[in-house]
C-alpha cells in the first residue's frame, strides 16, 4: 500500500466515524418527544411584582423576549406576606395533580445575578414548592443543594422540566441534556412559575433573568 493510499484510507475511516458521530447525535430523543404542546396564549401569564410598583419598573415583555428584575430590598408581591421578593409569571389554566407535565423555556442570567429561583413547581402536600431551581453564582442548584448545572451567566440555555406526578418523580435537562432527577414533594395544585424569586438569604441586590419560547406540554 502505497502512502497516498494509506492516507485515503485513514480519511475515508475518519469521515465514516464523523457521519457515525453525527448520525448518533441527531438519534438523542428530544425531551419533548412523545408530549403534546398545550395552547398559550398572553392570558395564561399572570405576573407577580413587588405590590408597591408599577410593573413596567420591574418587568418587559420585547420582541419575545420577557425581562424579570427585583431587587433584594422590594416588598413583596402583595400586601399580607412576608414572602421574599419576586417578579415572576405564574403559568394559569394549567394547574395539575397527576399525569406528566412538561415545562421548556429558554433563559438568560446576567452575571451577578445570584440566591435567586429562576423556575419552580409551585405547590406540594408539605411546603410550598415541589422544585425550585436557583442560580448561584452562574450554577443552577435545586434549591440550595444539588448542583444541576454550571457556568450559565450571560448566555441562553434551554430548560425542560418533566414531572412525572403519578410516579412522583422530576427531570431536569439543560440544552437538550438530562442533568437532575429527583423525588417530588408529593400531590397538590401544581403549576409552574419562572423570573426571579428571592432565596431566604444570599441573593444579590439586583436580580434578574430573560425568558423567551416558554411552552407547555402534557403526555
Known amino acids: 500500500m502505497t502512502m497516498k493510499t494509506s492516507y485515503c484510507c485513514s480519511v475515508f475511516v475518519l ?3 464523523l457521519c457515525s458521530l453525527k448520525e ?3 438519534c438523542v430523543a428530544d425531551p419533548t418527544d ?21 410593573l413596567s419598573a420591574r418587568y418587559n415583555d420585547r420582541d419575545g423576549v420577557r425581562s424579570f428584575w427585583v431587587y433584594n430590598h422590594d416588598k413583596p408581591f402583595k400586601h399580607d406576606t412576608d414572602t421574599r421578593p419576586r ?3 405564574r403559568i394559569q389554566g394549567y394547574d395539575y395533580s397527576s399525569g406528566v407535565w412538561q ?10 445575578t445570584s440566591g435567586v429561583t429562576i423556575v419552580q413547581i409551585h405547590g406540594a402536600s408539605e411546603g410550598a414548592t415541589t422544585l425550585q431551581l436557583r442560580i448561584y453564582d452562574g450554577n443552577m442548584k435545586y434549591y440550595k443543594y444539588n448542583v444541576v448545572a454550571t457556568d450559565l451567566y450571560d448566555k441562553w440555555f434551554r430548560v425542560n422540566i418533566i414531572h412525572n406526578v403519578d410516579e412522583g418523580k422530576i427531570t431536569v435537562f439543560i440544552d ?11 400531590p397538590g395544585d401544581l403549576y409552574f412559575k419562572c423570573g426571579v424569586y428571592a432565596a431566604p438569604a444570599g441573593s444579590s ?3 434578574g433573568s430573560k425568558w423567551k419560547n416558554i411552552k407547555l406540554f402534557k403526555k
Open 103 to 112: 415545562f421548556e423555556g429558554y433563559a438568560y442570567v446576567p452575571k451577578g
Open 205 to 207: 441586590n439586583y436580580m
Open 34 to 54: 412523545g408530549f403534546t404542546q398545550l395552547p398559550l396564549s398572553d392570558d395564561n401569564f399572570v405576573l407577580q411584582k413587588p405590590y408597591n410598583v408599577p
Open 24 to 26: 448518533l447525535q441527531l
Open 15 to 17: 469521515l465514516l466515524f
Open 176 to 186: 437538550g441534556e438530562q442533568k437532575f432527577v429527583v423525588s417530588d414533594q408529593g
Open 87 to 89: 417578579t415572576e409569571v
